[in-house]
């Protein structure tokens, strides 16, 4: 099942996009069936979690942090996090930058920008996240790179609304991939899950996070 279904979603993407199988609440051996079946990217929403799934794979995964990240929770994932996805303040930055340091690693970050018609996701507004690549004290932070941006979409059927969102976040990716600074380095845009990653990927994403459509509901 799984394994037919990681089959199906990259032959749907055909290189377009690289696909991160999302496992939060799933137990260790159904990431191991997804390894198997050749996922090496893997995300999760809370790091205690990812904190305790990673020693139990392999090595040579990508472990990606897709949800909110508190400050005083960075030194657990700081060894080896591939790449946080939601990175949505100047203080935060700072935080990984030392936590990366102590580890001797530059941690590749993504800002969350909030572009749903919904009150309770997370993100930066786009002027916010151009305050943010544009703040003097990124200089002080040479152990974080912002390498993009990502986004969730409206939870609605309305597809079209969806892709306006995702259109409006890979302009917004555009214009500021043309910031000229040694830690900002855009190649990544995170955005579309299981209901739309299709659209997200006709718009531009080059990382989709999909976990229902792959490992089926979550109770
Ligand atoms: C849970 C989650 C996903 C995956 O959602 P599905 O609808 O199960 O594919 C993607 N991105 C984030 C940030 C999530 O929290």
Redesign the pocket.
């Known amino acids: 099942m799984i394994t037919n279904a990681i089959l199906q979603i990259e032959t749907e993407l055909q290189n377009r996009a690289r696909l991160i199988a ?1 496992t ?1 609440t799933k137990p260790v051996a159904l990431l191991r069936e997804a390894y198997d079946a050749g996922c090496r990217r893997f ?1 999760e ?1 809370k790091v205690q979690e990812m904190a305790d799934k990673q020693p139990q794979l392999p090595a040579d995964v990508d472990w990606h942090l ?2 909110h990240l508190q400050t005083n929770k960075v030194k657990y994932i700081a060894p080896f996090v591939s790449l946080i ?1 939601s990175v949505d303040s100047l203080k935060l930055l700072q935080e990984i930058n030392k936590q990366a340091a102590k580890h001797n690693r530059i941690i590749n970050c993504l800002l969350q920008i909030y572009i749903a018609d919904e009150d309770t996701k997370f993100g930066l507004s786009p002027d916010e996240a151009e305050a943010l690549l544009n703040a003097p004290e990124l200089d002080q932070l040479p152990n974080v790179c912002i390498i993009g941006l990502m986004g ?1 979409a409206t939870n609605t059927d309305d597809m079209e609304q969806v892709r306006r969102e995702f259109r409006g976040l890979k302009q917004l990716y555009d214009k500021l991939a043309q910031t000229q600074r040694p830690n900002v380095q855009f190649s990544e845009l995170s955005m579309g ?3 739309d990653y299709q659209i997200a990927v006709e718009e531009g994403s080059t990382l989709v ?5 792959i490992f089926g509901a ?1 109770l």
């Open positions: 999302v939060k995300g929403n897709i949800g996805h969730l899950m299981s209901g996070r999909v976990g229902s459509a979550r």
